[in-house]
């Protein structure tokens, strides 16, 4: 007993200030929010489209988009530009409520809001979530899971992920979702009682990251359920995911 | 002895060879030099099928002797849709049929157990077959029933109680005790072996680097080792230093969240917490370097994307020896307190006999006392120069699966605060020649869950004709099927957590 003790003495508080205090400091290499420089590309340059593995760069009218929805955040983009337009920079805020918000340009792009009224009355003080993984491959489910540890303290939000869909308010999906997993996505999300939020972790699960296009999956979540939050990234950073889920509960201002 | 029936004198992990220099056997002899290699305890790294054009398909068997550093390839060309299963003979093949069988529908015949383990329809179908089956339907199969009184049976998943992947697992119980426990994979099953063909395109690192994700560093070093085999190039000693380091990085996070969640998972709540703490910590080492706690964006065909200067290592020390002295904290309370222990000790033990049969790799072959570390026995990049000892127990259980990873981890610490401080020069990027034709390249890594090993074959330009891969867990779910055999039930999540396989690593 005094063993356990004198370890949780040792062991500290490890609990961050975040949100009240400021978030924890992202390591110089971490590639955040994209970001395109305003301005024109060389006529007829391909080069950005040609290195990223899965077009989450395109180009309408001579005005080029990045679908945060499909980028995997490997950088192979920066540097093949001859202008220097494109840049990842350290903010780790990219969360969306509507698919067509993850999709940036030279304007930017517009930050995940909160619920409607009704569901944001009901869940903003405690949130239930079922994880389902469909296809993850282990690190969006680790970096959600991570949530859980003293360190983030999840439980404080009045967050927590159940066993159960039955005791759940949503999901939590991972994955492109193989056909092997469809109809077990399915099963879930209806054993889950309405009303319910439904939120999608990482490329995969919106877009089909890496495996898109292949048909052994159906490229994400996708028209499939009601998607409320779509959190991007390969994987999303933990705090890219609890300021998703904090902005969806209506609980940060928009501003911050 | 062993060597001289695959008639090649064996190839180096980390070696490219022309496929030509290869020979090839007739279907019988390569049968029986497979099963006689295996029996005089040679190991299946690698047991797979390739289309030829002409419809007909190669086996492949790819062979370790781990104590002469050597692997050895054999191959044969099948016109038959069938052939005697080695299964019987050599039961660590049981699952490498299984998937020839489901890929490629070649029929091991007289194979005890059967069935599909991905359940996706054929690559190849059988002209001559009179009914073409209906593609298989995900987790219909007819699973091992046990009958009698008081016999019942328990299914769970796919969708399971944690933030965990998915699979389903059938328990036939009497009471507590589980009889029997089968595993039925194939839910995460995604397609990355069938769309590496015709690579490597741009898509193909980021297949290896998110085929099992928290194994990011240790596929894409396999991935990345089997180019450069191929193309001919060095990689810089401080970029293969580089990769150890991330690799070692990669194997202390995942052990010390594996000895959390066993604690966790016999209700010793403190060290759950701690050391759910000190993993993320860990991986914020690995995002120091590369930006990505997972190392993704890290390894790379020909080097490294990300050096690390002199600043960060002395903050990556600096956090080390702090987490160190966390970590020791935590798991001195995990090996002081006696009811966890007594969870520990005895549950879900593996005999070294079984373990050998089964082909078990990684910690859970070293807690048999089995002492099996491809850093060791086949050591390629950095580990060629330079070492870390073996760690291994001899219980076979799940103490025993514990303490290998204790070890490990403290062995992996001392790795890492050592070559930090000695980084060797040079350049971290070589770029890559093209890709040797009509060639073959084997490479291993000792990831945090075992063996990795990688095949690839060009065609003759260049291109994957095809390419395998097998991750650890591939081995080792049949293992945890076999543990739990006259165990309780309610100890279930105990032992699979002293395993922690992958379901993507294994579906693909």
Known sequence: ?256 | MANSASGHPGIANGQAVDVADIPAMAVPEFLESVARAIEQGMRASAFFGQPLEDGRLRLWALLALDNQSLLFPYRADFDDWHYPSLTPRCPQLHWFEREVFEQWGMEPRGHPWLKPIRFHAPYRHNPSAADSKPSPQIGVTDFFQVEGEEVHEVAVGPVHAGVIEPGHFRFQCHGEEVLHLEISLGYQHRGVERNLIGGPGSRSIHLMETLAGDTTIGHATAYSQALEALSGDQVSARAQMLRGLALELERIANHVGDLGALAGDVGFLPVLSYCGRIRGDFLNLTALICGNRFGRRMIRPGGVCYDIDRAQASELQRRLDALEKDLAVALGLLWKTSSVMARFEGTGGISRQDCEAMGLVGPAARACGVERDIRSDMPSGIYQFAQIPVSTCGSGDVYARAHVRWLETIRSIAFVREHLANLPAGEIQTPLSPLKPNSLAATMVEGWRGEICHVALTDANGHFSRYKIVDPSFHNWFGLAHALRGQQISDFPLCNKSFNLSYCGHDL
């Not at chain 1, 356990?4 to 205090?21: F, S, V």
């Not at chain 1, 292949?214 to 028209?223: A, F, N, Y």
């Open chain 1, 1 to 256: 007993m005094l063993d356990i003790l004198l370890a949780r003495i040792q062991q500290k508080h490890r609990t961050m200030k975040y949100p009240d205090g400021p978030a924890p400091q992202l390591p110089g290499n971490y590639l955040g929010r994209p970001e395109l420089a305003p301005g024109d590309c060389p006529f007829g340059c391909q080069r950005c489209l040609d290195a990223c593995p899965t077009a989450a760069l395109n180009r309408h009218q001579d005005r080029l988009g990045l679908d945060m929805g499909r980028c995997l955040f490997c950088g192979e983009c920066v540097p093949v530009c001859p202008t220097q337009r494109l840049s990842f920079t350290l903010d780790y805020r990219m969360a969306a409520s509507r698919r067509a918000d993850l999709v940036t340009d030279a304007q930017g792009s517009c930050l995940a809001g909160a619920l409607d009224a009704p569901r944001r009355r009901l869940f903003t003080r405690a949130l239930n979530l079922r994880q389902v993984s469909a296809g993850g491959c282990n690190a969006c489910e680790a970096d959600s899971n991570v949530l859980t540890t003293i360190g983030w303290d999840l439980g404080r939000f009045g967050i927590n992920f159940v066993a159960s869909p039955r005791h759940a308010d949503g999901l939590l999906i991972t994955g492109p979702v193989p056909q092997n997993m469809r109809l077990g996505l399915l099963k879930t999300y209806e054993a889950v009682p309405a009303p319910k939020v439904v939120i999608v972790v990482g490329s995969c699960a919106i877009s089909g990251g890496p495996f898109a296009g292949h048909e052994e999956v159906l490229d994400g979540v996708g028209d499939m359920l009601p998607v409320d939050l779509f959190i991007p990234g390969c994987p999303p950073h933990p705090l890219t995911i609890l300021d998703g889920i904090l902005r969806l509960l209506g609980r940060l201002s928009e501003t911050s």
